[in-house]
T-cell receptor, first 116, second 114 residues
Framework: DAGVTQSPTHLIKTRGQHVTLRCSPISGHKSVSWYQQVLGQGPQFIFQYYEKEERGRGNFPDRFSARQFPNYSSELNVNALLLGDSALYLC???????????????FGEGSWLTVV | AQSVTQLDSQVPVFEEAPVELRCNYSSSVSVYLFWYVQYPNQGLQLLLKYLSGSTLVKGINGFEAEFNKSQTSFHLRKPSVHISDTAEYFCAVSDRYNFNKFYFGSGTKLNVKP
């Protein structure tokens, strides 16, 4: 089975622009979460979606938004890009909450965003 | 809220030597604990996890970790490292009420030298 897939893998944007990052979860996974990893730091939680509803939000400004589609894929949108938004954006998926085998999240390879 | 502290930003070690990467957490509720590894220019791969039960958990690639509730620690160990273990290691926690939200430490870069 395919793992978590993300696109694009790398992109360069200029300040003030908008970016959309995409994520396809592992087949059967209904929960998707997004993390931002700035160079030299650990990942920071941005959003979690489950069954197409936002279930959690980290400490990020309203310029960051996301959504989940009926097929459980997800998009992360960032408006009015700042230089500080340059980071690796990681998508992770996990099994439904009712699963008792553990709440492991599985990460994609990430999307490298550079804002210039 | 939860937080994770990885006490060493970098750990140099010679090949075949043992290694311990330290992780401490703080939380007001019961937590799940994880170690992930990140190779250069890649995403994160799960090494091992503690959910409940035995406090000593074994993971992939010969790694193991021990959960110590009284010391709020979850240190990662390997008795003999290989060059291929060179990577960055992240400790993470999630709480049992919002277990899809993970809090990560700042990472420890393990540099295995020949």
């Amino acid at each position: 089975d395919a793992g978590v897939t993300q696109s694009p893998t790398h992109l360069i944007k200029t300040r003030g622009q908008h970016v959309t990052l995409r994520c396809s979860p592992i087949s059967g996974h209904k929960s998707v979460s997004w993390y931002q990893q700035v160079l030299g730091q650990g990942p920071q939680f941005i959003f979690q979606y489950y069954e197409k509803e936002e279930r959690g939000r980290g400490n990020f400004p309203d310029r960051f938004s996301a959504r989940q589609f009926p097929n459980y894929s997800s998009e992360l949108n960032v408006n009015a890009l700042l230089l500080g938004d340059s980071a690796l954006y990681l998508c992770a998926s996990s099994l439904p909450r009712t699963d008792n085998s553990g709440n492991t999240i599985y990460f994609g390879e990430g999307s490298w965003l550079t804002v210039v | 809220a939860q937080s994770v502290t990885q006490l060493d930003s970098q750990v140099p070690v010679f090949e075949e030597a043992p290694v311990e990467l330290r992780c401490n957490y703080s939380s007001s509720v019961s937590v799940y604990l994880f170690w992930y590894v990140q190779y250069p220019n890649q995403g994160l791969q799960l090494l091992l996890k503690y959910l409940s039960g035995s406090t000593l958990v074994k993971g992939i690639n010969g790694f193991e970790a021990e959960f110590n509730k009284s010391q709020t620690s979850f240190h990662l160990r390997k008795p003999s490292v290989h060059i291929s273990d060179t990577a960055e290691y992240f400790c993470a926690v999630s709480d049992r009420y919002n277990f899809n939200k993970f809090y990560f430490g700042s990472g420890t870069k393990l540099n295995v030298k020949p």
